[in-house]
């Protein structure tokens, strides 16, 4: 089993920034995993945010964040980051970290956490 575990959500102004954390633990996790992170909006479907390959070699995104959020991992910590900057209103919503699967724009991961709320008010 793999459990993760997302932290650092919560309220911020329009244009602030905001820290997403998610740590992973569990018998079967490995850090030959891909990690991501999807959103949920209030009244939409979940969606990518963006994904990292095992050595932090590769990213992808989604168009509406690129050139703001950026991720990174330490698997020494076995820890997915998501940095995010300029954040807006739009930007509102449930945050889900996401290992396994393969690291691509396409993203179907394995394992979810149980989400942190972001709330960016105007």
């Known amino acids: 089993q793999v459990q993760l575990v997302e932290s650092g959500g919560g309220l911020v102004q329009a244009g602030g920034s905001l820290r997403l954390s998610c740590a992973a633990s569990g018998r079967t996790f490995s850090n030959y995993y891909a990690m991501g992170w999807f959103r949920q909006a209030p009244g939409k479907e979940r969606e990518f945010v963006a994904v990292?390959?095992?050595?932090?070699?590769?990213?992808y995104y989604a168009d509406s964040v690129k050139g703001r959020f950026t991720i990174s991992r330490d698997n020494a910590k076995n820890a997915v980051y998501l940095q995010m900057n300029s954040l807006t209103p739009e930007d509102t919503a449930v945050y889900y970290c996401?290992?396994?699967?393969?690291?691509?724009?396409?993203?179907?991961?394995?394992?979810w956490g149980q989400g942190t709320k972001v709330t960016v008010s105007s």
């Open positions: 996401a290992a396994g699967g393969q690291p691509r724009s396409e993203y179907q991961p394995v394992y």
């Open positions: 990292i390959n095992w050595s932090g070699g590769t990213t």
